[in-house]
């Protein structure tokens, strides 16, 4: 009942007023009576910038204009903050709102533009208005693919969907096509996937064309830096049209790990927004249940948030009316039923992520050292929320040029195999299966230094159905995330070297992927061989169940030790951190193979310091007087010693 009060009271506040709610001057007469007669238009890409600055011009209590970057064409990719305080770091709720990816669905720019203004109108009158604009901190994009728009709207090529930048003998790339992905470890949910029906495409001349690479675009790269640097609790991307609130997974049928609670807030906004017709509402769905989509905003914001950040963040989309651009009658009531999901959403949030299991994602790990004896130690994103911790030693890393043969020790893969087709070298070669509308790969199963100067290399021939079934060649910190440094297509059937320089990824892990996604037709697929580097490690011993967030090493042999941990709760095994390397070098007379336990720690009240001991906390900073509670090192010519501060 609140709700409706607080919405009835927003429509008597926005009944058109004598001032202009949209310029601060600079638009023509003519434009100013049109406003004035409605509310409700489709701004030119300068009219919504006008509108954008004045808002902030003139509630700068409440407003701040910022932007996220700017696009391919060099325009601003303005965003619009609306809280208290803006600007500052409150520890509110942060949301974000995106309008118009596609260029085409105008009406999805207008109805975030309308909430900026409804909202800076109703604060300090309407109560429900003002203690969401006091208790969160809203994010406003009206216009992401500015360049699209300004070609669709101000230069009237109405059908226009795409940006602006040409590649591969065409004009744009579909900026909801164009996102890392999931981040959820599978190789179905990177960028580029194109399951069927295909509403993605590597044809550079297609509606959906999704880029040469993930986050190609300006525009995307920008999003993904703005999304990555803040911690959203929800988002919410306007799309035309369906009548649709949908939700993660988009590249999956199977629903999203928090699915239940996706699905429940999904359906509570969907019952709020009263459909064009006046009678009934919009539809609830996952997105995948629609149609399957690789790579869109929803899944990266939502993965990456999961896997990557570890702290909850709930996208959703919105299909609105029932056209790309509803005519303009129609915007008053599709913005005003979309502004009480806003509202509805806002009041909910917080209580959702708190409710929310969180997984123990990637750790940073280090080594503090003094000769033979070292402390591997980790720092949890999150305290509290492993229930343990399992480290991973390994041994004798050989980085070697992989012929591939029959047993594969070093790769893990699906859809490839090793086969004796008219290898480059030796016997056998790595062939793809080359199913229809499939995503087959083959990838490194453990992580790799990469060392200076190193280049990855590898031969290779293909016929592959050109722009329709491409494979990469991919590289990841992480496993979850991939870039591509690779991008095959057509035939080349003669055997080429291809070289990759690693030189970005120096003294950093990575896994390296082959991957192959295709659409209906075969041809003879991907044929892969001596591959380097290739990594195998002799020895992994594993030492689980473990509590603290370090574990001391006495070697008593020289060699490259490599460390990576994962820890795990009620959620299951997280992320593993990435792969660090100790070295130990002792004289010949030292080396033992026996392995000396680990030293107890000493565990102090008061940290008293001592001539000749440097302190180091467990990230391998020095700190000359520990203040704090934690886990610290002595190094004195003695060696290394370990003492957790209590308070
Ligand atoms: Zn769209």
Same mark, same amino acid.
């Given at each position: 009942?609140?709700?409706?009060?607080?919405?009835?009271?927003?429509l008597a506040?926005?009944?058109?007023?004598k001032?202009?709610p949209?310029?601060?001057?600079?638009?023509?007469?003519?434009i100013?009576?049109?406003m004035?007669?409605?509310r409700f238009?489709?701004?030119t890409?300068?009219q919504l910038?006008?509108?954008?600055?004045?808002?902030?011009?003139?509630?700068p209590?409440?407003?701040?204009?910022?932007?996220?970057?700017r696009?391919?064409?060099?325009r601003t990719?303005?965003c619009?903050e609306?809280?208290?305080?803006p600007?500052?770091?409150?520890?509110?709720?942060?949301?974000?709102f995106?309008?118009?990816?596609?260029?085409?669905e105008?009406?999805?720019?207008a109805v975030?533009?309308f909430?900026?203004?409804s909202?800076?109108r109703?604060?300090?009158?309407d109560?429900?208005v003002t203690r969401?604009?006091?208790?969160?901190?809203?994010?406003?994009?009206?216009?992401?693919?500015v360049?699209g728009?300004?070609?669709?709207?101000?230069?009237?090529?109405?059908?226009?969907r795409?940006?602006?930048?040409?590649?591969?003998g065409a004009?744009?790339?579909?900026?909801n096509?164009?996102?890392?992905?999931?981040?959820?470890?599978?190789?179905?949910?990177?960028?580029?996937g194109i399951p069927?029906?295909?509403?993605?495409?590597?044809?550079?001349?297609?509606?959906?064309f999704?880029?040469p690479?993930?986050?190609?675009?300006?525009?995307?790269?920008?999003m993904y830096d703005?999304?990555?640097?803040?911690?959203?609790?929800?988002?919410?991307?306007?799309?035309?049209y369906?009548?649709?609130v949908?939700?993660?997974?988009?590249w999956?049928?199977?629903?999203?790990?928090?699915?239940p609670?996706?699905?429940?807030?999904?359906?509570?906004?969907?019952?709020?927004?009263?459909?064009q017709?006046?009678?009934g509402?919009?539809?609830?769905m996952?997105?995948?249940?629609?149609?399957?989509?690789?790579?869109?905003?929803?899944?990266?914001a939502?993965?990456?948030?999961?896997y990557?950040?570890?702290?909850?963040?709930?996208p959703?989309?919105?299909?609105?009316?029932?056209s790309?651009?509803?005519?303009?009658?129609l915007?008053?009531?599709?913005?005003r039923?979309?502004?009480?999901?806003?509202?509805?959403?806002?009041? *909910?949030? /917080? #209580?959702?992520?708190?409710?929310t &299991? +969180?997984i $123990?994602v990637?750790?940073?790990?280090? @080594?503090? %050292?003094?000769g033979?004896?070292y402390?591997?130690?980790?720092?949890?994103k999150?305290?509290?929320l492993a229930?343990?911790?399992?480290l991973?030693e390994?041994?004798?890393?050989?980085? *070697?040029l /992989? #012929?591939?043969?029959?047993?594969? &020790? +070093?790769w $893990?893969?699906t859809?490839?195999?090793? @086969?004796s %087709?008219g290898?480059?070298?030796?016997a056998?070669c790595?062939v793809?299966?080359?199913?229809?509308?499939?995503v087959?790969?083959?990838?490194?199963?453990?992580p790799?230094?990469?060392? *200076?100067? /190193?280049t990855?290399?590898?031969w290779?021939?293909?016929?592959l159905?050109?722009n329709?079934d491409?494979?990469?060649f991919?590289?990841?910190?992480?496993?979850?995330s991939?870039r591509?440094?690779g991008?095959?297509?057509?035939?080349?059937?003669?055997?080429?070297r291809?070289?990759?320089?690693?030189?970005?990824y120096?003294?950093?892990?990575?896994?390296?992927?082959?991957?192959?996604v295709?659409?209906?037709d075969?041809?003879q697929?991907?044929?892969?061989?001596?591959?380097?580097?290739a990594v195998?490690?002799?020895?992994?011993?594993?030492?689980p169940?473990l509590a603290d967030?370090f574990?001391?090493?006495?070697?008593?042999a020289?060699g490259?030790?490599?460390?990576r941990?994962v820890?795990?709760?009620?959620?299951?095994t997280?992320?593993?951190?990435s792969?660090?390397?100790?070295d130990?070098?002792m004289s010949?007379?030292e080396?033992?193979?026996?392995?000396?336990?680990?030293?107890?720690?000493?565990?102090?009240?008061?940290?008293?310091?001592?001539?000749?001991?440097r302190?180091?906390?467990i990230?391998?900073?020095?700190?000359p007087?520990p203040?704090k509670a934690g886990?610290?090192?002595?190094?004195?010519?003695?060696?290394?010693?370990?003492?957790i501060?209590?308070?």
């Amino acid at each position: 009942m609140r709700l409706i009060i607080a919405f009835l009271f927003l429509l008597a506040l926005s009944v058109p007023a004598k001032s202009l709610p949209y310029t601060d001057g600079r638009l023509t007469p003519e434009i100013q009576v049109e406003m004035e007669k409605n509310r409700f238009f489709y701004p030119t890409l300068g009219q919504l910038n006008d509108s954008l600055k004045s808002l902030a011009q003139r509630h700068p209590s409440i407003c701040r204009l910022d932007s996220i970057g700017r696009s391919y064409e060099n325009r601003t990719i303005y965003c619009l903050e609306i809280s208290d305080n803006p600007g500052q770091d409150e520890a509110e709720p942060e949301l974000l709102f995106v309008g118009l990816h596609h260029a085409n669905e105008w009406s999805s720019c207008a109805v975030p533009l309308f909430y900026c203004d409804s909202l800076v109108r109703a604060y300090g009158s309407d109560t429900l208005v003002t203690r969401l604009v006091d208790e969160r901190r809203f994010w406003f994009i009206p216009c992401f693919n500015v360049d699209g728009y300004y070609y669709s709207r101000d230069l009237n090529h109405t059908a226009w969907r795409k940006n602006r930048r040409p590649w591969g003998g065409a004009i744009g790339i579909d900026l909801n096509r164009n996102y890392p992905g999931a981040g959820a470890g599978n190789a179905n949910d990177t960028w580029g996937g194109i399951p069927a029906p295909s509403m993605a495409s590597h044809n550079p001349a297609s509606e959906f064309f999704c880029g040469p690479t993930a986050l190609s675009e300006l525009e995307n790269r920008a999003m993904y830096d703005f999304v990555t640097a803040r911690t959203f609790r929800a988002l919410v991307s306007y799309h035309n049209y369906g009548e649709y609130v949908l939700w993660p997974w988009a590249w999956a049928i199977t629903p999203a790990p928090d699915g239940p609670t996706i699905q429940s807030i999904g359906n509570e906004l969907a019952n709020m927004i009263v459909k064009q017709s006046g009678s009934g509402h919009y539809t609830g769905m996952q997105q995948g249940t629609w149609y399957q989509l690789c790579s869109e905003l929803k899944d990266f914001a939502y993965g990456y948030a999961r896997y990557t950040k570890g702290e909850p963040c709930y996208p959703f989309g919105v299909e609105l009316g029932l056209s790309l651009a509803p005519d303009t009658i129609l915007l008053a009531q599709i913005s005003r039923q979309n502004i009480k999901a806003l509202f509805h959403l806002a009041r *909910v949030i /917080d #209580t959702a992520v708190a409710n929310t &299991p +969180r997984i $123990v994602v990637a750790p940073r790990i280090a @080594a503090v %050292q003094n000769g033979n004896q070292y402390d591997v130690c980790w720092s949890p994103k999150t305290a509290g929320l492993a229930n343990g911790w399992r480290l991973w030693e390994m041994m004798k890393a050989s980085a *070697v040029l /992989d #012929t591939f043969g029959t047993s594969n &020790p +070093r790769w $893990v893969m699906t859809g490839f195999t090793p @086969a004796s %087709q008219g290898a480059h070298s030796g016997a056998y070669c790595l062939v793809s299966n080359y199913a229809d509308a499939a995503v087959t790969w083959a990838r490194t199963e453990y992580p790799y230094i990469v060392t *200076v100067a /190193d280049t990855a290399s590898f031969w290779l021939k293909f016929d592959l159905e050109l722009n329709s079934d491409v494979l990469f060649f991919e590289i990841s910190r992480d496993g979850l995330s991939w870039r591509q440094h690779g991008r095959f297509t057509g035939m080349d059937t003669t055997w080429d070297r291809v070289q990759v320089p690693l030189v970005e990824y120096e003294e950093q892990s990575v896994f390296f992927r082959f991957r192959l996604v295709t659409d209906g037709d075969r041809y003879q697929g991907v044929f892969i061989d001596d591959f380097y580097p290739a990594v195998a490690y002799d020895s992994i011993v594993q030492y689980p169940g473990l509590a603290d967030t370090f574990y001391y090493f006495e070697k008593t042999a020289s060699g490259a030790y490599y460390y990576r941990v994962v820890g795990y709760n009620n959620q299951g095994t997280g992320i593993f951190s990435s792969l660090i390397r100790v070295d130990v070098t002792m004289s010949v007379a030292e080396d033992r193979t026996d392995i000396i336990q680990p030293r107890l720690p000493t565990v102090v009240r008061k940290f008293k310091p001592v001539k000749g001991v440097r302190v180091f906390n467990i990230l391998g900073q020095e700190v000359p007087r520990p203040d704090k509670a934690g886990i610290y090192f002595l190094r004195s010519a003695q060696g290394t010693d370990k003492i957790i501060v209590i308070k």
